[in-house]
């Protein structure tokens, strides 16, 4: 334990993780480092990301007992933390609040930003906005067609989106023209990258500002149920709101902890995005972990139905979490997650967005493997009202 702390300051969890940029980048890197960790015991700057979490985000996030779910079921308890309800409908802007007051420490008045189905863009413009900030949103032109409703948020909220048109125009691409963008404007940008991946030390630094979903979470359960959880439940994109909600319940060795990939139209077709499930061992921007590849190293094409999700790699922690046993991950399949969409929707009044409802979506293999005393929590990671053009493809 001593030495994996020792090694995560350094930006290794086992042998993931690394710093594998362009030299030109180093110096951000190393001065990000340096800010990020004495903010970190900075007092004032605790109160000023709290300050914010509380009057501005809306935090604590309620943990929520989903009594009509539970009794569908008939096994464990079933409870939801909320982060739907955060301002601006996901937990992205846990992470875009904390790096832009970084930003702003760093000296550095323009932000970059890559975004999938379009939440990260919309809470790094929301926290630009906030703290005056210029802002440029990288998004796939595919992206850019299927998430209209947030590229328009963006727009209001005073950012620049650009189209990122190469390959398959998603977020591999959007974070590759955003990295593109920091090598060339590195002195004056700050690249606010959304997820808990990428080179040391935004894995670390995202899982740092996401952390207050577990913090409250088990705070919130120990008082509100006397007890922890059984199973914690989280969807993964690049995995910033499960390493989020893992990271306080890593030490308790008897809560299982399971992560929800995107299993898109099965693990068996070419069409998913289970990088730990279905991965091999690469280095894509900027960190080495499991890869959605061919046996040459030639990352894939990947589907999911939901564009949070859309990714061919993995935060580094996951894979390590997953190599020691101590986190699960199973892909759920488009289908799977619709059939969680429309669940949660019917019994608790809860339209979850796409990438949550994957996990919502697990619910079906899991419920019956477990007892009546049993705990179920699940990260309900945002809310689902950027995902209706989509919705009413498949279900209208
Ligand atoms: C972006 C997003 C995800 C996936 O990203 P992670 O970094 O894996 O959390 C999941 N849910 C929602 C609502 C998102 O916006």
Not at 44 to 69: S, V
Not at 92 to 102: E, H
Not at 343 to 363: C, D, F, P, R, W
Request: proline share 4%; charged share 25%.
């Amino acid at each position: 334990m001593q030495t994996d702390k020792r090694n995560e300051r350094k930006g290794r969890f086992g042998k993931y993780g690394g710093q594998y940029v362009p030299e030109t980048l180093m110096p951000a890197l190393s001065q990000l480092e340096e800010v990020f960790e004495q903010s970190l015991l900075e007092e004032e700057f605790q109160k000023e990301l709290n300050d914010l979490y509380q009057n501005y985000i809306g935090r604590p996030t309620p943990l929520y007992f989903a009594k009509r779910l539970t009794e569908y079921f008939g096994k464990a308890k079933i409870l939801l933390k909320r982060e739907d309800l955060n301002h601006t409908g996901a937990h992205k802007i846990n992470n875009a609040i904390g790096q832009a007051l970084l930003a702003k420490r760093l000296g550095k008045q323009r932000i970059i930003a890559e975004t999938g189905a379009g939440q990260h863009g919309v809470a790094t413009a929301t926290a630009c906005a906030l703290l005056g900030l210029e802002c440029t949103v990288f998004m796939g032109a595919k992206d850019i067609e299927r998430q209209q409703p947030n590229v328009f948020r963006m727009k209001m909220l005073g950012a620049k989106v650009h189209s990122a048109t190469n390959g398959e125009q998603t977020l591999k691409e959007a974070t590759s023209e955003a990295i593109r963008d920091w090598v060339t404007n590195v002195t004056t940008t700050h690249y606010i990258l959304g997820t808990a991946s990428g080179p040391h030390p935004y894995p670390l630094m995202v899982r740092e500002f996401q952390s207050i979903i577990g913090k409250e979470a088990k705070e919130q359960c120990l008082k509100q149920f006397k007890a922890l959880p059984d199973y914690v439940l989280a969807c993964i994109g690049g995995g910033s709101n499960a390493i989020g909600i893992f990271h306080e319940f890593k030490n308790d060795a008897s809560i299982e902890l399971i992560g929800l990939e995107a299993g898109g139209k099965g693990v068996n077709t070419k069409e998913h995005a289970s990088s730990i499930s279905k991965g091999k061992l690469g280095i894509l921007h900027g960190t080495m972990s499991y890869l959605v590849q061919d046996d040459f190293g030639k990352i894939n094409e990947v589907h999911s139905i939901s564009a949070g999700m859309d990714y061919p790699g993995v935060g580094p922690e996951h894979s390590y979490l997953k190599d020691i046993g101590r986190a699960q991950y199973y892909p759920v399949t488009d289908k799977q997650a619709l059939e969680g969409f429309k669940l949660l929707a019917n019994k608790e009044g809860i339209l979850a967005a796409l990438e949550s409802s994957h996990a919502i979506g697990y619910l079906f293999e899991l419920m019956p493997k477990t007892q009546k005393d049993e705990t179920v929590m699940i990260n309900l990671s945002g809310r689902g009202d950027k995902d209706i053009p989509i919705l009413k493809e498949h279900l209208g």
